[in-house]
């Protein structure tokens, strides 16, 4: 199963069966009803997840992000759309084919020591998911936790110890290690770094990248920064309001990018001072305030904040076109562009 790691990727010459993606979410929508409003958390998201990648998502606070990781895994019941992982429609698996897939996919949150109990020692947090999933017992349990625990930086030392006895950066191993327990073949990272100095930042994001090559992992990192998400992410999706504006290879989308959001949050990174402390250093903040999910505005939904919008923006809702080999952009300044050149 999960010893799959002969991904094309990579080569990406030859079409095969493997060639299939692991991941993949269509048109993906939820929608928070409450007496008063409906919140508009999610409104049509579609990304694949090639194996061995990494997808990145990145957008301002409130934009959605959480809730279509919370969707991809399962926790949270889309409104509608689809969801497949390694060809199995997500939608509608069994409970036990859904048990087997859970196994596969597993989270790292942002706040290390939220997610673990502070009760539990090491051993337990991190042995706990071969526990749940029948995967070991007794000697082998923790034979494999020690196993875990050194892939990760830490060791054999560590096993009894309970995780306020651990430095932020440690702790985040720590989620990892459990993470990895269960032998996924995707981790959902949701702003996994956020809450680490940028120098811890650095040595986790580098952790995740030798265990991406050393055990053909999937990615979907998710993060408010955007040189973590370019650091990390083959490609990479901005989000905006819900929606995804802007979708390509990760260099070249921040190199060049073409949807107005997408240059304000570039913009944002280049414009922000060099020095200033620790984790809030490279945060982008761009001009203006994102509007509300619950009352999202018409047309296109960055339209009240874009520097080029057009009288068509504020009726009509712009679609994902493709405007080079390897980028989607949802912005009708690609629409006139298309008239004046059709292909
Ligand atoms: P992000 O992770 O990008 O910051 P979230 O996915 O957490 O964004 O939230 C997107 C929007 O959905 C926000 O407006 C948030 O308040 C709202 N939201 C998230 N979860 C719920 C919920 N359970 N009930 C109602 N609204 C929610
Ligand atoms: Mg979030």
Known sequence: ??????????????????????FQARELVKHFRSRRSVVQAVNGVSLTIPRGRTVGLVGESGSGKSTVARLALRLLEPTSGEL??????????????????????QIVFQD?????????????AVGEPLVVHRLATGKERVDRVVDLLERVGLGAGDLYKFSHQFSGGQAQRIGIARALATEPDLIVCDEAVSALDVSVQAQVLNL?????????????????????????????????????VEQGDG??????????????????????????????????????????P???????????RCPHAMPRCQ??????QRVSADRTVACHLFDARQEVSPR
Not at 3 to 22: F, H, I, Q, Y
Not at 315 to 320: A, D, F, S, T
Request: net charge positive; hydrophobic share 40%; aromatic share 6%.
């Open 1 to 22: 199963m999960s010893g799959d790691v002969l991904s094309t990727a990579g080569s990406g010459l030859l079409p095969s069966a493997e060639a299939a993606p692991l």
């Open 84 to 105: 497949s992982f390694d060809g199995v429609d997500l939608l509608r698996a069994s409970r036990a084919q859904l048990r087997a897939l859970r196994r596969r996919m």
């Open 112 to 124: 290390p020591f939220g997610s673990l109990n502070p009760r539990m020692r090491v051993l337990d």
């Open 208 to 244: 995740l990248k030798r265990l991406q090559s050393e055990l053909g992992l999937s990615y979907l990192f998710i993060a408010h920064d955007l040189n973590v998400v370019r650091y990390m992410s083959d490609e990479v999706c901005v989000m905006y309001l819900g929606e995804i």
């Open 251 to 292: 260099d070249a989308l921040f190199a060049d990018p073409r949807h107005p959001y997408t240059t304000m949050l570039v913009s944002a990174i280049a414009d922000s001072p060099a020095e200033g402390s620790g984790r809030h250093r490279r945060r982008a903040v761009p001009r203006g305030e994102p509007a509300s």
């Open 294 to 304: 619950s009352n999202p505005p018409s047309g296109c939904r960055f339209h009240p």
């Open 315 to 320: 009726q009509e809702v712009p679609v994902m």
